[in-house]
């Protein structure tokens, strides 16, 4: 299964793609961030995400999307700005039909390292361990993508395994 992680943002937008499969290591194939300038105005920014997103997409075809879900922080311009380009990320995965699932901050780092209350440093070095990267991925919002990522490879796989199980012996009783 192929997983993009998305860590949205207006003035950076991280992005991650992860290869998985079943009692298999874990792969990094791509990581990145799309940044927009503070001095555009949004709807330009916002236009510049939607086809960087629509690109990484296309480039790397995932089977599934994981994205960052926002949470209320105390500055309200900084969360709007998040979540329009949360939408974006929700709307360019949707109109290919592919599966959309929300993380929130605490359920990516307990799932990467143990700990719901990780720092983003802590968080940076589980990817890298996990992923057998030789370096860090840096900025901080690409290793939070990849972390996204991770997490839906190790939670939405599951998952998905369960649903199906439900849904198969659902019809057998029928």
């Known amino acids: 299964m192929r997983v993009l992680g998305i860590d949205p943002g207006l003035t950076r937008c991280g992005m991650g793609v992860v290869d998985g499969s079943l ?3 874990l792969s990094m194939v791509d990581v990145g961030v799309i940044r927009t300038s503070a001095d555009l105005p949004v709807w330009e920014r916002l236009v510049s995400i939607e086809k960087g997103i629509d690109a990484w997409i ?3 075809r995932p089977d599934a999307v994981a994205i960052e879900r926002i949470f209320a922080r105390s500055n309200v311009s900084t969360i709007m700005g998040t979540a329009q380009a949360s939408g974006l990320a929700m709307v360019c995965a949707a109109r290919r039909g592919l599966p959309v699932a929300l993380h929130t901050p605490s359920e990516v780092k307990a799932a990467v390292s143990g700990s719901g209350r990780a720092d983003k440093a802590q968080v940076t070095a589980m990817v890298t361990r ?18 996204l990522a991770i997490t839906h490879q190790w939670r939405g796989g599951a ?5 199906a199980a439900v849904a198969a012996a659902g019809k057998a009783r029928r």
């Open 23 to 25: 009692g298999r290591p």
């Open 159 to 163: 998952q998905n395994r369960i649903e």
């Open 58 to 60: 296309e480039e790397h």
């Open 130 to 147: 996990i992923l057998r990267l030789p370096t860090p991925p840096k900025p901080a919002d690409a290793a939070d993508a990849l972390a």
